[in-house]
């Protein structure tokens, strides 16, 4: 009888980015009960991608110390766009070769559990608002600073996937329509052009030119300058460093306030490497959501800092893949 | 019988704006049997406003041969920040003195029958989904183009009224962070700064300044200079004018991509005045969402006119509560 109610209760979550798989068995209440990554080694292919998508699954499980047939289910969060209803990968640039693929059906075959397939980044954000920062809210927006902006909404308890599969693709939004910086898209003046940790990083290339004392010029000539660094630098008072995070503050809160002038969330937040640059730059985010917001909006929406770090992706993955096995 | 099937299937739609109320009964395939408008008098006050909000709902029904035991229910659309719950007024430039009136309870006591109170932006656009351009629709976003722009979206069927009633206030998000207009908020580089039909028409003044030759000279001399003027003029091929209304387009596909690019709908519609710029205005759009949006969104969604004119808000007020009665 004990064994029957942990049959119940248990989720795979599994988050398939272009370069690692995250996976862990997450438990009822959303706390993770194992963490392993591996290698994708995407450009394999997708034959091959299911092979070590079961191994790593395996290795969770042991991990965990939980049998195949405890899992209720499992929730494959993936990168790109994705069909969910058929579980089709459509146009995912991180996984070449992949698009077309029946992943979530294909999966489950492989796993032996219903699965359900999401785009990453709205796992993430259903991670955080099932388990993480936001859950005890009803709505939630979250932005994951990285190579690109990730972003994804919940909006009543549900993830909002859009017409398309294509809902919080917010890093594409427009925020300089004149004379904006190129996006890695092709397109100009989309906050991913300027906030993403890529991005910040080319900023500071460019600003080096101009001030070359900064003390963010040793590491560009020794290959270590990450946009990690660059916060690291603006807490340590660095003038250009201050200078490229609160810009990149500006256009972040720029974006929020956007976002909340849209689906008016009960709470935005900010995940990635960057949130390393803490609460100063979190303060800046929300002054500037309150300068380019209307005052109702920015006045009643919390603004906060994740809280699952690299985890919030499976944990998510696992939480919409028990929401859809049990309902609301 | 008969008379019992009709009973249960008109509901009452009121459209209430800072100037005007419209309202009309509307049967239960979102068919309306009256259009009748009356001057709101908002100076007056909530308490005078409930007087001719009952007025107008009786000449609706008069005008439509419908006695008061055949609405079903009522639906009250009203310029501003609703909270929709307890049907109360919380922010409402263009109603002076109804901040925290209990609006959605009086009218319901005034007018007897079952009342839903919700924001008339939202109103229309959820017209346009039951009963106008996005009848065939699952979600769809409306931009009303006036003296601001106003905006609602409908995702999965239902309106999208965010965490404090303020979704879809998308005139409001930023488009160009630096050099940005000044927008009637107070804030700068926000959508309705260079696209409602006031911003369009201040554009022209200042324009004027540098380009006097332009037909658009005696308009704004006899002091009838108004954005469907501007619209006019472009289309019979004034330079200035058509300058003018491509740079609008410009900023409404901005727009439009950036909403696309958060909530993913199936169609995207323009109203208001200004529609009467005609196809090439609507073309124009179009191109500009394909040039900012991802080719995944803009390649997917459709742009169109609305097709229900000044009586979307009261239909699709009507339609809100049909739904509130009913269900899905």
Known sequence: MGSEVRRSSCYLGLDLGGTNIKAGVVDDSGRPLSSVSGATRAALGPEAGLDILGEVATRALAAGGVDWSEIAAVGLGAAGTLDAAEGRVVDASNLPGWDGFPLGPRAQERLGRPTVLLNDANAAAFGEYWAGAGRSTGSLVLFTLGTGIGCGIVESGRILEGRHGLGGECGHMTIQMD????????????????????????????????EPDSSLRASLEDG????????????????????????????????????????????VLFGGGMIAAGSSFLKAIRAEVSEHASPAVSGRTRVEFAALGGEAGFIGAAGWARKATIGP
Not at 188 to 210: D, I, K, N
Not at 240 to 256: D, F, H
């Open 179 to 210: 004379g904006g910086r190129p996006c890695s898209c092709g397109k100009t003046g989309h906050l991913e052009a300027y906030a993403s940790a890529t991005s910040v990083v080319r900023r500071a290339v460019e600003a080096l030119e101009a």
């Open 224 to 267: 270590s300058l990450s946009c990690r660094v660059i916060a690291e630098r603006a807490v340590e008072g660095d003038r250009l460093a201050s200078r490229l995070m609160r810009e990149t503050a500006r256009c972040l809160g720029i974006g929020a306030a956007n976002v909340m002038q849209t689906v008016d969330p009960e709470l």
